[in-house]
């Protein structure tokens, strides 16, 4: 029964934990408010920790738990300031549906777009200006890593419905990046 | 047939999210060969993608549980009722 203990918990599987929260939330406070959540209800159901997995494979479980409640609350809170949808005929013209203007080419490879952090702002700062929900579930998609059967979960939408908010966001963020970083470099 | 660049654009996107079907792959590639544009746009997600997916494991590699939160977090859980001293 040494096992069940919180404190060997933390000092055992807190880093590995923290990694898990911090890959989603990409936020050193509330990743590590989600672990202490998650050890503390691991405490009080431990009862229901049934052995056939590893403690670890237990705690992750739980935490992935405590990271879909805690997107649910943000989803609600944020309810009502939704926005209209972006209107994705902007970008097409209405006779030929060709672009109306044209993706211009991205020469940075994905490894050192990644690793550039004046990238990675204007991403961020490109995705503030997509409506409410295309920018949720876009950070949820590729920021956070969740897969599409987790996110319309999360925010009850169908897949239909949620490839089309991720394709909308993806043309508003192509429009952003190529007039705020691709079209200023290189060329 | 023809189709738009519109639609063309959605089942880029969509390529990221689900199997396309034989027909979507289809049209798409179809319409690569005559339209750069979608071309461009369907490289460029992949990139962006691929980008984020890159950053997500990389940034996170090596983070640790910083001291000062593991302390909070200990001293939550000794307010467990049951917890042995």
């Known amino acids: 029964m040494s096992e069940m203990n919180p404190e060997q918990w933390l000092s055992e599987h807190?880093?590995?934990?923290?990694?898990?929260?911090?890959?989603?939330?990409?936020?050193?406070?509330?990743?590590?408010?989600?672990?202490?959540?998650?050890?503390?209800?691991?405490?009080?159901?431990?009862?229901?920790?049934?052995?056939?997995?590893?403690?670890?494979?237990?705690?992750?479980?739980?935490?992935?738990?405590?990271?879909?409640?805690?997107?649910?609350?943000?989803?609600?809170?944020?309810?009502?300031?939704?926005?209209?949808?972006?209107?994705?005929?902007?970008?097409f013209d209405v006779?030929?549906?060709?672009?109306?203007?044209?993706?211009?080419?991205?020469?940075?490879d994905p490894a050192a777009l990644c690793q550039n952090e004046q990238f990675m702002v204007i991403l961020k700062t490109c995705t503030e200006h997509l409506s409410e929900k295309q920018r949720l579930v876009f950070e949820m998609r590729e920021f956070q890593g969740l897969d599409s059967d987790e996110i319309c979960k999360v925010c009850e939408v169908t897949p239909t419905n949620l490839h089309v908010l991720l394709h909308r966001a993806r043309l508003g963020l192509r429009h952003c990046l190529d007039k705020n970083w691709f079209g200023g470099q290189g060329s | 047939m023809k189709h738009s660049c519109e639609r063309i654009s959605q089942l880029a996107s969509d390529e990221l999210e689900r199997k396309l079907s034989l027909t979507e792959r289809f049209s798409m590639g179809f319409h690569f060969l005559m339209c750069g544009a979608c071309k461009q746009y369907h490289q460029n997600l992949h990139k962006l993608h691929q980008a984020l997916m890159l950053k997500r494991t990389q940034s996170n590699e090596k983070a640790m549980l910083p001291s000062d939160k593991r302390v909070l977090i200990e001293q939550a859980l000794q307010t467990l009722p049951t917890t042995k001293k």
């Not at chain 1, 990743?31 to 705690?59: E, H, I, P, Y």
């Not at chain 1, 805690?70 to 939704?82: D, F, G, M, S, V």
Request: proline residues 2%; glycine residues 6%; without cysteine.
């Open chain 1, 14 to 91: 807190g880093d590995v934990l923290y990694r898990f929260a911090m890959q989603r939330t990409q936020d050193s406070e509330l990743a590590a408010d989600l672990v202490q959540d998650t050890l503390l209800s691991a405490w009080k159901s431990k009862d229901s920790f049934a052995g056939n997995s590893s403690v670890r494979t237990w705690l992750i479980g739980i935490l992935k738990h405590k990271w879909i409640d805690y997107l649910r609350k943000e989803i609600r809170q944020r309810q009502h300031a939704e926005l209209a949808d972006g209107d994705p005929t902007a970008w």
């Open chain 1, 95 to 108: 006779d030929n549906g060709k672009w109306k203007d044209k993706p211009l080419q991205w020469h940075d």
